[in-house]
């Protein structure tokens, strides 16, 4: 059982460099999530997206851009990287309107931006 | 907005009690609970929804207070494995009419031998 599966593990990335954070569920579920995680800031909503083809900012979006390319994978794009993007970066997914259902987190994408 | 978690950081000796609190400002639609060990992703202990349930977990439970937009973690007894940073979530309705969940900033448990 695979659940949420994010790629690359570890990246290190120059400042302004652009990259895309990959993550596929296979719970047929139709919301996903990004979030960053910051130490003593907990897990912030990057953007957010309750079905194909639908997005929505969250907290922090600044810097980011998303695609839900189809129901199973949602990407998270970093356009001109900057070191105040170094974090550890979460996919989760879970069913629309997750009454009674959980979030279920991939491993995490732990990028450092120098 | 992210739902406001105290105590920030608790240690206790093993067998102890710990209470973890969570609120916000806003109008909930649940809450959710989940338990992160360093290095790990988060994973889900319960959700309560709105109306005042109180759910279990083991020894781990939890209540929320719809009219309070509160909820609180309950760890009694608490064991070794219970150490780890506790994070609620909340669900509120966003621009598309949609439930977005957001953290807040995590509380850190050490339970000590």
């Known amino acids: 059982n695979a659940g949420v599966t994010q790629t690359p593990k570890f990246q290190v990335l120059k400042t302004g460099q652009s990259m895309t954070l990959q993550c596929a569920q296979d719970?047929?579920?139709?919301?996903m999530y990004w979030y960053r995680q910051d130490p003593g800031m907990g897990l912030r909503l990057i953007y957010y997206s309750a079905s194909e083809g639908t997005t929505d900012k969250g907290e922090v979006p600044n810097g980011y851009n998303v695609s839900r390319l189809n129901k199973r994978e949602f990407s998270l794009r970093l356009e001109s990287a900057a070191p105040s993007q170094t974090s550890v970066y979460f996919c989760?997914?879970?069913?629309?309107?997750?009454?009674?259902?959980?979030?279920?987190f991939g491993q995490g994408t732990r990028l450092t931006v120098v | 907005q992210q739902p406001v978690q105290s105590p920030q950081a608790v240690i206790l000796r093993e067998g102890e009690d710990a209470v973890i609190n969570c609120s916000s400002s806003?109008?909930?639609?649940?809450v959710h609970w989940y338990r992160q060990k360093h290095g790990e992703a988060p994973v889900f202990l319960m959700i309560l929804l709105k109306g005042g349930e109180q759910k279990g977990h083991e020894k781990i439970s939890a209540s929320f207070n719809e009219k309070k937009q509160q909820s609180s973690l309950y760890l009694t007894a608490s064991q070794l494995s219970y150490s780890g940073t506790y994070f609620c979530?909340?669900?509120?309705?966003?621009?598309?009419?949609?439930?977005?969940?957001?953290f807040g900033t995590g509380t850190r448990l050490t339970i000590i031998p």
């Open positions: 719970m047929n579920h139709n919301s």
């Open positions: 989760a997914s879970s069913e629309y309107r997750t009454v009674n259902t959980e979030a279920f």
């Open positions: 806003k109008a909930l639609y649940s």
């Open positions: 979530g909340t669900e509120i309705v966003s621009n598309f009419g949609n439930e977005k969940l957001t």
